[in-house]
């Protein structure tokens, strides 16, 4: 007759054993600020004059976004703001576009920017469609300028080996005709 193998007893580390652990807060770890108590007010204000609607999440300023006016997140439902945009002055244009995102997500509605839905409340509040252009775009700067036997002329930001490449157009020899620095 065999043995039975006895059950290993688990590790688990009593409550008053563990190592404290750090929240993670995300965004919520700068909602108590000046700076994000206004752009709450700014926005709940916009939603009701508006869209006649409350805004009750949260609103935010978010240095990571780059080119972006905004974000609707559709998980929790709380909006980012490019705090670069502040000092434009179709700013509130920027807040009634996501807040076309909120409101029709929250109503079951096309929220999306191809949808006809969106497109129509978007015009009828006087939001704006696109994020206005602040110069933060990175600019590809074209340092190599090559010629091809034929003469046609391309502009690259990287080398290339004009040894084993060829003009895409006609198949002649490419020369380096200038570098930038």
Excluded at 39 to 56: D, G, K, W, Y
Excluded at 65 to 83: A, E, I, V, W
Excluded at 92 to 105: G, P, S
Excluded at 128 to 149: E, L, M, T
Aim: aromatic share 8%; net charge positive; proline share 5%.
């Amino acid at each position: 007759m065999k043995k039975r193998a006895r059950p290993v007893p688990s590790k688990r580390v009593s409550p008053q054993n563990a190592a404290p652990t750090k929240k993670r807060q995300g965004f919520q770890s700068s909602l108590g600020t000046p700076v994000q108590a206004a752009l709450q007010q700014q926005v709940e204000a916009i939603s009701l004059a508006a869209f006649n609607r409350p805004f009750t999440h949260q609103a935010v300023w978010n240095a990571r976004l780059q080119t972006t006016g905004g974000r609707y997140h559709l998980k929790d439902h709380h909006l980012d703001f490019n705090p670069k945009m502040k000092e434009q002055e179709d700013f509130e244009a920027i807040i009634k576009h996501e807040l076309c995102h909120y409101h029709l997500h929250l109503l079951g509605r096309g929220y999306k920017h191809a949808d006809a839905d969106f497109k129509a409340l978007l015009k009828q509040v006087g939001g704006s469609r696109y994020a206005p252009d602040i110069g933060a775009r990175r600019k590809v700067q074209r340092k190599y300028h090559y010629a091809c036997s034929s003469g046609h002329t391309f502009d690259r930001a990287r080398p290339v080996d004009t040894k084993r490449y060829r003009c895409g157009r006609c198949r002649g020899r490419l020369s380096l005709i200038k570098k930038d620095n």
